[in-house]
């Protein structure tokens, strides 16, 4: 199975400061076929499900404010709030999709400091 | 508006089977794949099992669940179900279904409870 580490466990940022969040995986997840990083970014609050921010470690999904953004290949990930809003609040995963069994960080729960 | 509904008791008792439904509106459940997925305070995120209804029901499942678990389709009420059998404790935790077979998932159900306990 491909290991999703995220970190940090728990991160606070002040409002309007930047907040990074790393995801690393055990084996690379770039799939040399179509040249695309297999690992998605969701966002999950509290009651809610998780909510799909970011594809392809770098697409975001349609709707999603542009202060979201991934970034990274191969192994390492980060996704980047540019500027924290309090509604930003929550827990964020990473996910591959390169291979079965598809598979979940930790999770990473970001406050406002 | 594509919305995911599941469905199914939210206690079962140790060593029965946990059955779920999962109810798609808003599109046709021939348009994509269909996964579970679970949440639990220990274990985390949990991809389950998904489906393709082309072929008989195109299935794959996690390995660590395979002899429990099976899932189906039934194209002519838009849903897909999942049936996890013998099971404990460990089983506990909210299931999901979603929109998405070996991708990301971009649409979830608000998620169902289940509490195995006798």
């Known amino acids: 199975d491909i290991v999703m580490t995220q970190s940090p466990d728990s991160l606070a940022v002040s409002l309007g400061e930047r907040a990074t969040i790393n995801c690393k995986s055990s084996q690379s997840v770039l799939y040399s076929s179509n040249n695309k990083n297999h690992l998605a970014w969701y966002q999950q609050k509290p009651g809610q499900p998780p909510k799909l921010l970011i594809y392809w470690a770098s697409t975001r999904e349609s709707g999603v404010p542009d202060r979201f953004s991934g970034s990274g290949s191969g192994t390492d990930f980060t996704l980047t709030i540019s500027s924290l809003q309090a509604e930003d609040v929550a827990v964020y995963y990473c996910q591959q999709f390169y291979s079965t069994p598809y598979t979940f960080g930790q999770g990473t729960k970001l406050e406002i400091k | 508006q594509v919305q995911l509904q599941e469905s199914g008791p939210g206690l079962v008792k140790p060593s029965e089977t946990l059955s779920l439904t999962c109810t798609v509106s808003g599109d046709s459940i021939r348009s994509d794949y269909w996964s579970w997925i679970r949440q639990s305070p220990g274990k985390g995120l949990e991809w389950i099992a998904y489906?393709?209804?082309?072929?008989?029901?195109?299935?794959n499942y996690n390995p660590s669940l395979k002899s429990r678990v099976s899932i189906s389709i039934d194209t002519s009420k838009n849903q897909f179900s999942l049936n996890l059998t013998s099971v404990t404790a460990a089983d506990t935790a909210v299931y999901y279904c979603?929109?998405?077979?070996?991708?990301?998932?971009?649409?979830w159900g608000q998620g169902i409870l289940v509490t195995v306990s006798s």
């Open positions: 979603a929109r998405g077979g070996s991708s990301y998932y971009g649409l």
């Open positions: 489906i393709y209804y082309r072929g008989r029901g195109s299935t």
